[in-house]
């Protein structure tokens, strides 16, 4: 068992620029120390964990497999002595802090027009960066790393290290242009007959909607795939095409260049989630801009 009396805490902090950087003199910098209090730093931690941590690699400086696994602990470790240590006392009219959220630009669209002015309002020195969307998984490594602090989209399921919450169910809409020919006596067969445009980040060629076909005997033809809700409804005012989108993708005013209609069969919507990483419980800001994206997405 470790003899945690002769464990240097300062050396955390250390290994845990270090792990982010992967850079002695990018993390000495971070800290405002010397490259060699920097360089020492990182020999007493290989020896305190019996591990190279950083390996060099045609030029650059790699993690090994032990130093991955310290990542996340480590920063619950200092979130945790931080609010032992120092807990905030700040109002929130005094925070300066930035909020680092991934999300899509679909729940993107639904929250940010009214998420800053509140913030202007409420917490005038928070700021937010929104990273985007590559899958849930990514985003809950980014928030177990400490590269991320929010995260809106759909969770199927999270470990208990995270925080998830259910802020929105949402429904699908058929939308197409105005003057469309299939607009004029919508139906099922009116729908499968025009080729149908689909939003996946990754390039699929299939959605949900084809899963609910299938239990009818129907299929449809995809003809165009593009990785963003936005771009669907310019593409529709000036094509034959069709698209499924969830009910707050559509632009203010959609029903004036696009005729829209429920979908001719059942299709399951979906849960809007808010994640977080468990060791943030404390953290004001990000409490007060998750508060702001459930009474945004509430009403």
Same mark, same amino acid.
Not at 109 to 117: E, I, K, R
Not at 169 to 194: S, T
Not at 267 to 289: I, K, S, T
């Given at each position: 068992m470790v003899n945690l009396r002769a464990v240097d805490l300062n050396l955390l902090v250390v290994l845990d620029a270090l792990l982010d950087e992967a850079h002695v003199t990018r993390a000495a910098d971070r800290l405002g120390l010397s490259q060699p209090a920097t360089s020492s730093a990182l020999d007493r931690c290989r020896h305190l964990f019996a591990d190279p941590l950083l390996e060099r690699g045609r030029g650059v400086m790699r993690r090994t497999a032990r130093a991955e696994a310290l990542r996340a602990p480590l920063k619950t470790l200092l979130g945790?002595?931080?609010? @032992? $240590?120092d807990p905030p006392v700040l109002d929130l009219a005094q925070l300066r802090q930035s909020i680092r959220i991934t999300m899509a630009d679909h729940p993107a669209v639904a929250v940010l027009g009214d998420l800053l002015p509140r913030l202007a309002a409420t917490a005038p020195g928070l700021d937010l960066v929104i990273q985007p969307w590559h899958g849930a998984a990514a985003a809950l490594e980014a928030l177990a790393k400490g590269q991320s602090d929010l995260a809106l989209? @759909?969770?199927? =399921? @999270? /470990? =208990?290290?995270f925080r998830r919450e259910e802020v929105l169910r949402e429904h699908y809409l058929v939308v197409m242009r105005k003057d469309h020919p299939a607009a004029a006596c919508f139906d099922l067969d009116q729908w499968l007959a025009w080729p149908h445009v689909l939003v996946s !980040? *990754? !390039? /699929?060629?299939?959605g949900a909607l084809d899963e609910a076909l299938l239990r009818h005997g129907r299929t449809r033809r995809v003809g165009l795939v593009v990785p963003s809700f936005l771009m669907v409804p310019p593409l529709l005012v000036g094509s034959g095409l069709i698209a499924m989108l969830p009910s707050r993708c559509l632009p203010a005013g959609a029903e004036e260049s696009l005729a829209v209609f429920p979908p001719p069969i059942a299709v399951e919507g979906f849960p809007l989630h808010l994640a977080w990483h468990a060791r943030r419980d404390e953290d004001r800001? $990000? *409490?007060?801009? !998750? =508060? $702001?994206?459930?009474?945004?997405l509430a009403g």
């Amino acid at each position: 068992m470790v003899n945690l009396r002769a464990v240097d805490l300062n050396l955390l902090v250390v290994l845990d620029a270090l792990l982010d950087e992967a850079h002695v003199t990018r993390a000495a910098d971070r800290l405002g120390l010397s490259q060699p209090a920097t360089s020492s730093a990182l020999d007493r931690c290989r020896h305190l964990f019996a591990d190279p941590l950083l390996e060099r690699g045609r030029g650059v400086m790699r993690r090994t497999a032990r130093a991955e696994a310290l990542r996340a602990p480590l920063k619950t470790l200092l979130g945790q002595m931080a609010a @032992v $240590l120092d807990p905030p006392v700040l109002d929130l009219a005094q925070l300066r802090q930035s909020i680092r959220i991934t999300m899509a630009d679909h729940p993107a669209v639904a929250v940010l027009g009214d998420l800053l002015p509140r913030l202007a309002a409420t917490a005038p020195g928070l700021d937010l960066v929104i990273q985007p969307w590559h899958g849930a998984a990514a985003a809950l490594e980014a928030l177990a790393k400490g590269q991320s602090d929010l995260a809106l989209s @759909v969770f199927p =399921a @999270v /470990e =208990a290290a995270f925080r998830r919450e259910e802020v929105l169910r949402e429904h699908y809409l058929v939308v197409m242009r105005k003057d469309h020919p299939a607009a004029a006596c919508f139906d099922l067969d009116q729908w499968l007959a025009w080729p149908h445009v689909l939003v996946s !980040g *990754r !390039g /699929e060629t299939r959605g949900a909607l084809d899963e609910a076909l299938l239990r009818h005997g129907r299929t449809r033809r995809v003809g165009l795939v593009v990785p963003s809700f936005l771009m669907v409804p310019p593409l529709l005012v000036g094509s034959g095409l069709i698209a499924m989108l969830p009910s707050r993708c559509l632009p203010a005013g959609a029903e004036e260049s696009l005729a829209v209609f429920p979908p001719p069969i059942a299709v399951e919507g979906f849960p809007l989630h808010l994640a977080w990483h468990a060791r943030r419980d404390e953290d004001r800001a $990000l *409490r007060h801009v !998750g =508060a $702001l994206i459930r009474q945004i997405l509430a009403g």
